[in-house]
């Protein structure tokens, strides 16, 4: 059985595109604190993937920062990079996505952007993480603090797992 459940914060920005066939996807990192046996809890950032309606659902409603429960799987994938050298991907897929903020909690979190600051210890280093600029991602150093835009992206339908009441 492959069944991941997460509970944990986006990240990053999402990141959403379209296939060539038309089928939307996004694309962040969440972040999972884990107990550790120093007093300081470890933070890892799980690559994650979402389709169609949960896709359309996490560009619309959730941002840097967001708190969410994820329900999913984890999936593997290779590709050849631009130098020729194989590259193995490791991703959770969601299955089902929810956000564990109310409208308001969301507001106030994004509204309260000086006064709130997520601190996280990369697992891979154990160094406190401290730094992020745009795009580039560096796996030893982030930087987390919420973006004070709220933006979301019109849809037509709403989305399929009951969130409707978040407009």
Known sequence: MNKVLLVGRIANDIR???TQS???YSRTNIAISRRSTSTDPITDFI?????????DFMSRYLTKGSLVSIEGSISTSSFKNAAGENVRVVEVTIDYIASLESRQQRENRINNNGNTNYS???ANTNSSISKFSGSEE???EFSFTPNNEN???SL????KMGFDDLD
């Open 47 to 55: 690559p994650v993937v979402a389709w169609r309606g949960n896709a």
């Open 16 to 18: 959403s595109f379209t």
């Open 156 to 159: 037509d339908s709403k989305h």
């Open 138 to 140: 560096n796996e030893n």
């Open 22 to 24: 038309g089928v939307n």
């Open 120 to 122: 996280f210890k990369n």
């Open 151 to 153: 933006t979301i992206n």
